[in-house]
């Protein structure tokens, strides 16, 4: 049935619908209260007391209908016919009061215009056709006189009748029309706010909105495990990052990031962007960060490799052609010594000799780098490698003796490798780290290495002068030194090792904090 589909589908609706019946008759009960209770002895009981049984009545239904409001909503032909009994209350109403109350008319259309809410257009038609009969019979049938203008108010009242009950139909169909309108917006608003939270929840890149003061309003997991923070809350941005205060609007780049508690920094890439938050009254910043410390790390090693490459290729040929010519000088002047009689020429010729043998021990340097790397076989246990490397540069009495040594080195951590070399470039790293920090004031070493699911990372940090930006790129560079007596091709070749290992190297420094050098390994199976 369609009637009462209204009141079926929005109970609180029905309910208000309910109550305004209910405040109708209970105005209309206080209201005459009042009246009789001015008129004093005037009162006529005989009439007064139908009109006041009739309100009792009304009332009593109603407060009947709300108390058990729920079981009626599953009947809506009872509800229907509450809007009829109220038109019959009405129109007794009228038949004792005579066609001229006209509160009592108002009660009708008020009436009709409730049940259009409730009932719909058809509902409201029904009930006019149900008040047309009721009013027409209580006015024919009341103690007024009939003259010509009763029966001229009789057909204008029923024509309000039917007039308000299609106006209300029409009114309710819109409100219906409108609420299925407003609901379907506020569920796909609902869905698109669902997807936006699905989409910026699961987005590998990390996504933060914060204030002019730098706090941070929302973050997503991404951004949240970038940073390694529990909550927004705990954030301020301008406080990580005080160098984006000083960019404006707008900022794109990397920054470099040390989570509290944690020694090792992160390369995060950065975008910012402003927006104006109508909510807040203010301008808000959204910012965009992307862990890109593995990223760099990949990059900084191609260019070395490709770099090295080069030089490589060309310090063998170099090499080749010079080691010929000195062989050819070596051996003439041994041949010389056996002639040369004064000792001043003697000892010239010895250390033109002690000149060729380190250019030679040089030149094999040079084609040990260039020479490839015969792929590991053997397992290393890399534990076992570190500590030795570590005992052996403590005891060495050409480095300082109060260095500290902090090892963080756990367990399962074999790779496969060449011993010797390997060892090779862990020494030539801890000496340049113990030399670095010749003239710091604190001297401490920290070494760590820890498994991974398919790798093993290697740390090696110190507290020594570090190194400039420019340093950095040029360190493994053969020829490239900063020690007064050195040849350049310690790190060179350190390199080359690493790289016959399939191992990536990353160098963190900064002059006067400084320098880490981060190892990655494949692990043995």
Not at 369 to 389: Q, S
């Amino acid at each position: 049935m369609r009637l009462s589909y209204a009141l079926q589908n929005n109970k609180n609706q029905g309910l208000t619908v309910e109550f305004a019946r209910v405040s109708l008759f209970a105005i209309v009960l206080i209201v005459s209260v009042i009246s009789t209770m001015t008129q004093g002895s005037f009162v006529n009981w005989s009439v007064q007391a139908p009109f006041y049984l009739v309100l009792t009545l009304a009332l009593g239904l109603h407060i009947v209908w709300i108390s058990e409001w729920d079981q009626l909503l599953q009947h809506p032909r009872a509800l229907f016919v509450g809007f009829v009994l109220d038109s019959v209350f009405i129109s007794l109403l009228i038949y004792y009061f005579g066609l001229n109350q006209s509160l009592f008319l108002f009660l009708h259309l008020v009436n009709i215009l409730l049940a259009g809410i409730a009932c719909r257009g058809v509902g409201a038609l029904t009930l006019a056709l149900f008040t047309s009969i009721s009013f027409t019979v209580a006015a024919l049938f009341s103690p007024e006189m009939k003259a010509l203008n009763f029966f001229f108010l009789l057909a204008l009242n029923n024509i309000a009748f039917f007039s308000v009950a299609g106006l209300a139909g029409y009114l309710s169909e819109q409100l219906q029309s409108v609420g299925k309108e407003l609901k379907k917006t506020g569920l796909s608003l609902q869905s698109a706010q669902e997807l936006n939270q699905f989409i910026m929840e699961n987005i590998p890149s990390g996504m933060l909105s914060f204030t002019s003061a730098g706090q941070v309003l929302t973050a997503n997991n991404s951004a949240l495990e970038i940073l390694g923070k529990e909550a927004p809350a705990e954030i301020n941005w301008y406080r990580l990052f005080p160098e984006t205060e000083r960019a404006g609007d707008n900022f794109r780049g990397d920054l470099k990031y040390v989570e509290s508690g944690d020694q090792s920094s992160k390369i995060l890439g950065v975008t910012l962007s402003k927006v104006y938050s109508p909510d807040l009254q203010e301008p808000l910043s959204i910012a965009l960060i992307d862990d890109l410390t593995k990223v760099r790390q990949l990059e900084f090693a191609a260019r070395q490799n490709e770099k090295l490459a080069a030089v490589g290729g060309l310090a063998a040929g170099i090499a080749h052609e010079i080691r010929n010519p000195l062989a050819g000088i070596s051996g003439s002047i041994e041949m010389l010594t056996q002639t040369v009689t004064n000792d001043d020429d003697r000892k010239l010729m010895k250390i033109v000799l002690r000149e060729i043998d380190r250019l030679n021990n040089l030149i094999t340097e040079f084609l040990d780098y260039a020479r490839p790397e015969k792929p590991p076989t053997d397992v290393v246990d890399m534990a076992f490698l570190l500590n030795e490397v570590l005992d052996a540069i403590k005891s060495d009495t050409k480095v300082r003796a109060d260095v500290e040594q902090v090892r963080e080195i756990g367990t399962d951590l074999r790779i496969l490798g060449h011993k010797d070399k390997l060892k090779q470039v862990f020494l030539n790293i801890v000496l340049n780290s113990y030399q670095a920090m010749q003239d710091s004031a604190k001297v401490q070493m920290t070494v760590k290495a820890v498994a991974n699911e398919k790798s093993i990372v290697i740390s090696v940090k110190d507290t020594g002068c570090g190194m400039s930006e420019a340093t950095r790129k040029k360190m493994f560079e053969p020829f490239h030194t900063t020690k007064p007596k050195g040849t350049g091709l310690g790190l060179a070749v350190t390199h080359k090792i690493l790289e016959g290992h399939g191992a990536q190297i990353f160098v963190e420094s900064e002059q006067g904090v400084g320098t880490e050098f981060v190892l990655t390994f494949p692990k043995a199976n």
